[in-house]
């Protein structure tokens, strides 16, 4: 509360106008320092945001680099699992004198049949065997691709995405701040007018 001067009849207003005026100054420094911050953090927001777009982009390039590796591998391997066979069957049938066809080229010889069904079931459950080791082989490999290539790269996203978050929610603040800062001002502003009240 100002003090009356009874004197000359008028409200001493100093200590209210003081208040006025440091809700002034506290509002406009304060805006100041609020509006830098949000600068600063949007600085910071636009950097790690470049560097999260670069490292989304290398985890796709990566993760799809390894996954056309891995099917042109298990490809490959399919390949020459089947050729392997198709030649040890040619080759088996060529030495027991048995067409592509399965019947004998001359008479029916059983025995011959016979050992022709035996051995290339034997090839073909070899070649299965052989098929799922290196199958399996294959699978490792690329897992190991995955831990030792994509995965960091993935963590590396994963901080870079949680930086940002952060930082989002820290220019909300700063935002906030900003606005409650040029609204003190403002209002101090106002009450900066001088108010007199004079006696009779």
Known sequence: MGKTNRLYKYEDTTTNTRIRKMGFLLGAFGKLAAGRRKRDIQSQLMRVQTR?????????????????????????????????????????QEELGISSGGSPA????????????????????????????????????????RDTQLEP???????????????????????ADYDACKQMEKDGAKNLKPEYTAGG
């Not at 290398?58 to 042109?72: C, H, L, N, S, T």
């Not at 790269?153 to 935002?175: C, F, G, I, R, T």
């Open 106 to 145: 001359g008479e029916i010889d059983q025995n011959k049949l016979y050992e022709y069904n035996s051995k290339s079931s034997m090839i073909t459950s070899n070649k299965d065997a052989w098929y799922a080791t290196q199958e399996q082989m294959i699978a490792d490999y690329f897992e190991n691709l």
């Open 153 to 175: 790269l993935k963590q590396e996203e994963e901080l870079l995405q949680m930086e940002q978050d952060q930082l989002n929610s820290q220019l909300q603040l700063a935002e």
């Open 52 to 92: 999260l777009r670069r490292a989304t982009k290398q985890v796709g390039i990566m993760d799809k680099q390894i996954a056309r590796a891995e099917q042109q591998a298990k490809n490959q391997l399919k390949l020459a699992a089947n050729s392997a066979s198709q030649q040890a069957l040619q080759k088996l």
